[in-house]
């Protein structure tokens, strides 16, 4: 349920939150213009910006897609049913869209560009780095992870000086460590699948956002991961209705 109280403009650190189409938005300055990131829901994200429209893992239980702009770039970042639909993104798609996907994920939607690792390129006009989103703790029966190394990217998109990282699926894995001069963060934080709120302060401790937003937080206490970055003045942690 949307808290009432959000409905007014909120003056932020690096942002005003508003209320669109029944979703949070939090708009920052760039050198280059707004970015608008709306927060749909789990691990499902808008972003626009320079009047590009880039969907995030767009999975119709959490939204109707028909009632959202279409996209000029899909970021897709693992093949699981809650962040892989393929049918919102033949919804979602036009004749210029870009579709970026792991080489799983393509198993599954075909036609997109495929992205492993390590791989960047340009897309919509955006630098977009992948990086890895796995699991090295939480186990699913018969000793396999949820989020095997290689199958799932994380993404670093650059919009003008503003940099946003989204984790993915991913535990506070080594390679945060590389991640440098992040503005805004997303770290999903839900057991058994992805990370607790403590895993979750220590990846935003080897990352230093400005900013963290949790994400894909399931019924997590968020509470617990204020508390424990408390001390840590200099990230912003901003909770929003990303369930």
Same mark, same amino acid.
């Given at each position: ?24 938005? *939090?708009?920052? +300055?760039?050198? $280059?213009? @707004? /970015? ?5 829901? =789990? %691990? ?19 939204? *109707?897609?028909? +009632?959202?702009? $279409?996209? @000029? /770039? ?5 093949? =699981? %049913? ?25 198993? $599954? ?135």
């Amino acid at each position: 349920m949307k808290q009432l109280l959000n409905i007014q403009f909120i003056i932020l650190l690096l942002g005003i939150t508003v209320i669109s189409s029944g979703f949070e938005k *939090d708009i920052f +300055k760039t050198s $280059k213009g @707004d /970015l608008a990131i709306t927060f749909i829901g =789990h %691990g499902t994200l808008m972003m626009e910006f320079n009047a590009k429209v880039i969907h995030i893992d767009p999975v119709s239980r959490y939204a *109707d897609y028909t +009632k959202l702009p $279409k996209a @000029d /770039l899909i970021l897709i970042t693992h093949e =699981h %049913g809650d962040h892989l639909d393929p049918k919102t993104i033949d919804l979602l798609k036009k004749e210029s869209t870009e579709i970026v996907l792991t080489n799983i994920c393509s198993e $599954k939607y075909i036609g997109a560009e495929i992205m492993k690792n390590g791989d960047s390129g340009i897309f919509a006009g955006l630098k977009i780095d992948a990086v890895p989103a796995y699991n090295i703790k939480h186990m699913r029966s018969g000793g396999n992870t949820y989020h095997p190394k290689g199958n799932g990217n994380g993404y670093l998109i650059q919009f003008a000086d503003i940099k946003v990282y989204v984790a993915g699926d991913t535990e506070n894995i080594p390679e945060m460590k590389n991640l440098q001069n992040i503005d805004i963060v997303f770290l999903p934080m839900n057991l058994p699948y992805t990370m607790t709120p403590e895993m979750v302060a220590d990846a935003a401790r080897l990352i230093n956002p400005k900013i963290l937003y949790p994400y894909h937080f399931g019924q997590t206490d968020t509470n617990i991961l204020v508390e424990l970055m408390k001390n840590r003045s200099d990230i912003d942690v901003r909770i929003r209705e990303l369930k």
